[in-house]
């Protein structure tokens, strides 16, 4: 059972687990003691109706099959022929294929079918995979809430984009400061985070304080039956590392979730010392467990909740300037399926310019690859499904006559790898939203 007491916080704030007391009146409501001999009555639940998808969704869900097959299919020949053509394009081509779609694609699929999409405590990557734990909430409006954590030395994240993206690996790179970068998304209640804050260490983004925030749905209550306006999920990066799951390069965080939530409590308390907190106690069990990163992650299990109300009365927030047009960039997958159509077009112009085999078709291929993908980047919705069914059909077919030795020996992998890459890249959802943008605005 939970419990809900209110604490003042010092700087450092400990909680001891508090017995708890068993409602007995309402267990001899629910359960008075039986007079005859029981019988089992089901309630006679039937499964609910699915939902059936629109035929944009069915379509890209068939071309998302096609790409996962053909990206298996590609990774199994360049293992059986590790001669054919340069081993680290090869290779470079495998882990591309495996990192960045075939592994995360089979979570999705996995996850979706054992994983519980109600409300446990945790979040949920975009492939599918347990994130980081909910470890604090707040009571509040928004403009409370960031005007809280600003008085606090926090800093708004940037939204995920492939500016923000580019900027951040930069900063890393050269180990520069960037105080409002993005942090990836994590998904609660079957939605990304509103918002993310985050501090830097030192002026660098390897290591960084961060909180990501969700609006709890209209009459919603977490275990315990305490009122929530927002929960959060508060990690410190410790270092850049490799995600274990999918060999994808990432932040690892620190197993001590609980430092980390402690941390955020005590910055916006310092700072305005009228915010209160209670604590909802045994909120989830203790536990040692790994996130969507392969990273440890350690908790007691208690929730604080930290009333944040008129903090924006005591300390009026700014909103950071947003970029002109920022909401208007493409999404990040339609800009790698553009690195990977620039590769295709120059390996089918060398293969022209020294006279190989084939080298004007694959040239014509890759045209048609450009002017569909140059109408998608347009928000031409046809454009984008003929350009997915146009690349199915190819990177098929090539992957047949590679298969059967169709095509000629000097031909590598480097077309084929490509032209499935391109495939697999363009048939995700964020394509679909982005299309789909223009046509909302014209009938709005």
């Known amino acids: 059972m939970c419990i809900t007491r209110t604490v003042q916080m010092d700087y450092m704030f400990n909680s001891s687990p508090s017995e708890s007391t068993p409602a007995d009146h309402n267990a001899k409501e629910h359960y008075p003691l039986p007079e005859f001999p029981p019988a089992y009555i089901s309630r006679n639940i039937t499964s609910p109706r699915r939902r059936f998808r629109s035929a944009n969704h069915i379509a890209m869900f068939s071309f998302v099959a096609i790409a996962l097959f053909s990206a298996c299919w590609l990774m199994i020949l360049i293992i059986l022929h590790p001669t054919r053509g340069s081993w680290y394009i090869n290779l470079l081509i495998f882990w591309v294929a495996m990192t960045y779609f075939v592994l995360p694609r ?8 054992y ?9 949920r990557t975009n492939d599918g995979v347990l994130g980081d734990p909910v470890n604090l909430a707040f009571n509040g409006t928004e403009s409370d809430l960031k005007a809280a954590l600003a008085q606090a030395g926090w800093v708004e994240a940037d939204a995920l984009n492939i500016r923000s993206g580019t900027q951040i690996v930069l900063s890393t790179l050269r180990h520069t400061p960037y105080p409002s970068a993005p942090v990836s998304d994590l998904n609660l209640f079957g939605r990304k985070q509103n918002f993310s804050f985050q501090r830097d260490v030192d002026g660098t983004t390897y290591q960084r304080h961060h909180i990501r925030f969700w609006r709890v749905p209209a009459g919603w209550r977490p275990p315990g039956g305490e009122k929530v306006d927002w929960v959060a999920a508060a990690s410190f990066d410790r270092a850049v590392g490799i995600n274990f799951f999918t060999l994808q390069a990432t932040h690892r965080i620190d197993a001590d979730i609980d430092a980390e939530r402690n941390f955020v409590i005590n910055t916006i308390r310092y700072a305005d010392p009228h ?12 536990y040692y467990s790994w996130n969507g990163g392969g990273d440890l992650i350690v908790t007691d299990g208690h929730l604080p909740v930290v009333d944040v109300s008129q903090a924006d009365q005591r300390s009026p927030y700014n909103s950071p300037e947003t970029r002109p047009h920022s909401h208007a960039l493409p999404p990040v997958p339609l800009w790698f399926a553009a690195v990977f159509f620039t590769l295709l077009i120059t390996t089918a112009a060398y293969r022209v310019m020294t006279f190989q085999p084939y080298g004007w078709a694959y040239a014509g291929l890759a045209a048609i690859l450009g002017a569909l993908l140059f109408l998608t980047f347009r928000r031409r919705r ?6 997915m069914g146009y690349s199915a059909l190819v990177s098929t077919l090539l992957l047949f006559a590679t298969s059967w030795t169709l095509l000629p020996e000097e ?8 032209t499935v890459l391109f495939l697999v890249t363009i048939a995700d959802e964020k394509i679909l939203g982005w299309v789909h943008e223009r046509r909302r605005k014209h009938i709005s």
Do not use: K, N
């Not at 031909?411 to 490509?418: A, C, D, H, R």
């Open 275 to 286: 915010c209160t907190v209670s604590i909802i106690e045994h909120f989830s069990t203790s």
């Open 106 to 113: 089979l979570h999705q699929i996995f996850t979706f079918l």
């Open 115 to 123: 994983v519980p999409d109600y409300f446990i405590g945790r979040t």
């Open 382 to 387: 046809w454009a984008w499904f003929t350009m």
């Open 411 to 418: 031909s590598t992998f480097s077309v084929v790898g490509l």
